[in-house]
């Protein structure tokens, strides 16, 4: 470019003791980069900056720092409109920063119709919602069912703080809360539904009549022909509660009668040969219940802060974790027809009843615990379906009379609801033996399981592994298995959980009368919840130095712990 020599650079070159000659050098240096008069204020721009912190530089330095800026500027779809210099020392290498501007936008960039961002909620309650949903999600992304029951009790290092519902411990006037709790709707009837088809209503009559004397005969052996050890023995130290008494001659009984059964129709019948018989297996639920009432520690805590106060008396969430146990129960592979459509739960006259209040009103305690759900076998079993269960009524033995008859019948109706119990056992045990309870209860073993055409049963497992047994590689399928049996265990902590005594509540918390006392404890520490730990929040498993694997063991590579498979 001609006319480099005219720009006014001398100035300020020599206001920092430069001399012409070295303004002229800038100057004729910066007419490398810029070789359109279009650039000509971007020229003189870089011709000041150059003068001012770069000095007395030479032709060929200038030269090859305009050659890097244009191609820079090559590289990148972007025009350079200012560089600037910075220097750690005082020295020739600099280290330069680019501000950049877009010139010209990609025409790829535009659509035809406006594609607006998505308009996110940000309030407390939608952040929240958006949390919560993306957990369900990664619980649905995981693989196999011991990851997915594993990574519900993640969040909670103690357990989830739920309500216990126990078979044999029903509270007085709890039906109501136990139809609200499980979404039930009770129909009461005699007679089994009319999903029992005639074939089965044949087959069950004739079969009664060679079954009937068998099954006689096995209720008054246990009855009359059996001494049990507290009839025996009536000192203290074998003191057995009447209603204790009454389960062990009824788990006895339905031993027996489901022996018979099984013994003449197993043969003719090939899903009583494929089924499983569970002696008192293991039967736990957990669950979410909605639309109860706060407690008054939540209402105060919400009221005390201006965000939340406004929420103060809105239904929240409470869990339920139900544990009970049949006296024995049958699996099958295949699962039953369902006794009504699926879309009679969307029939509005199927009303439920609202029960809103705490479920303490009703006499349910609370504890601390991890939520399992346990159906009497462990995941990976393949008998899976259920086909009928018997369980005990004993606890009524000891139910005070003052309740009433009424609610003795509500009692069995809430034990129904909780533990699918049929109504079999009371009418076959306890009311009397007539030739229509065998019928009934052989109706229920000639139901045959089928495979449900076009559903499928598992849409949230991974295909190819589907349990923890089916993992390839050794290590984390020991590890996971350890793991879930341990937590499905719920024994307890290794460090007690916290609690607050009740002198620090009377004293510090109610009563501000220890000003002075060191704030140590967790409920005195701001953001230092224990309940609020996570399940995976502790130190590993310690490797003993004998089982370190081989190579360098010291310095930070030594492995100290066994490694751990959570899912992140």
């Not at 369980?391 to 033995?397: D, E, I, K, Q």
């Amino acid at each position: 470019m001609e006319g480099d020599s005219d720009l006014k650079t001398v100035p300020s070159q020599q206001s920092l003791g430069k001399g012409p000659e070295t303004s002229s050098r800038v100057s004729e240096g910066s007419s490398v980069g810029c070789s359109s008069a279009d650039h000509l204020s971007q020229c003189c721009d870089l011709d000041r900056l150059f003068a001012v912190l770069f000095g007395a530089l030479t032709f060929e330095e200038k030269q090859q720092l305009a050659e890097n800026v244009a191609r820079f500027s090559l590289t990148y779809p972007w025009s350079l409109k200012r560089c600037v210099f910075v220097f750690g020392e005082p020295c020739r290498t600099a280290k330069w920063r680019q501000m950049i501007v877009r010139d010209s936008v990609n025409e790829d960039e535009y659509s035809e119709t406006p594609e607006y961002p998505p308009i996110i909620d940000d309030s407390l309650d939608a952040r929240k919602k958006r949390l919560k949903l993306s957990w369900h999600d990664k619980i649905k992304s995981l693989k196999t069912v011991e990851e997915k029951l594993f990574e519900i009790n993640m969040p909670k290092y103690y357990g989830w703080r739920c309500f216990l519902l126990k078979e044999g411990v029903i509270p007085y006037n709890s039906l109501n809360f136990t139809q609200y709790a499980t979404r039930t709707y009770l129909v009461k009837n005699e007679d089994l539904p009319a999903y029992y088809s005639k074939e089965i209503e044949e087959e069950a009559s004739s079969l009664t009549d060679s079954i009937q004397s068998q099954v006689e005969d096995a209720i008054l052996f246990e009855t009359c022909d059996v001494r049990r050890s507290y009839e025996l023995d009536n000192g203290d130290s074998n003191f057995v509660s009447p209603g204790e008494k009454e389960t062990i001659l009824t788990n006895s009984m339905v031993n027996q009668i489901n022996n018979v059964i099984l013994s003449n129709l197993a043969g003719k019948y090939d899903h009583l040969l494929q089924a499983q018989v569970d002696y008192e297996p293991r039967l736990e639920s957990f669950w979410s219940l909605g639309g109860l009432a706060p407690p008054e520690a939540t209402r105060k805590s919400k009221l005390g802060c201006k965000w939340t106060e406004d929420k103060a008396d809105e239904p929240i969430d409470r869990f339920i974790q139900y544990l009970g146990s049949p006296i024995l129960q049958l699996r099958h592979e295949q699962p039953l027809p369902p006794l009504v459509d699926h879309s009679e739960g969307e029939n509005p006259e199927l009303e439920v009843p609202l029960f809103t209040l705490d479920p303490r009103t009703d006499g349910f305690f609370q504890e601390h615990r991890h939520g399992t759900n346990i159906p009497g076998f462990w995941p990976g079993d393949p008998c899976e379906f259920g086909l009928v269960s018997f369980h005990s009524r004993g606890h009524l033995v000891e139910r005070p009379t003052s309740f009433g008859e009424t609610d003795h019948l509500e009692a069995l109706d809430v034990q129904a609801i909780l533990a699918s119990y049929s109504w079999l056992l009371a009418q076959a045990c306890y009311q009397g033996f007539n030739p229509d309870v065998l019928k009934t209860l052989l109706k229920l073993y000639l139901n045959v399981p089928k495979h449900r055409e076009g559903v499928e049963l598992k849409p949230y497992l991974n295909p190819s592994v589907r349990y923890i047994a089916e993992m390839k590689h050794i290590p984390p399928r020991v590890w996971w298995e350890k793991q879930f049996k341990h937590m499905y265990s719920n024994r307890p902590r290794h460090r007690l959980m916290y609690e607050i005594y009740p002198w620090e509540r009377i004293y510090k918390i109610n009563h501000k009368t220890r000003p002075l006392d060191k704030r140590l404890r967790p409920f005195e520490l701001p953001d230092n919840n224990p309940f609020k730990r996570h399940y995976n929040d502790h130190t590993p498993e310690y490797m003993p130095k004998i089982l370190r694997p081989a190579g360098k063991r010291t310095g930070f590579s030594k492995q100290k712990f066994f490694k751990t498979y959570y899912n992140k």
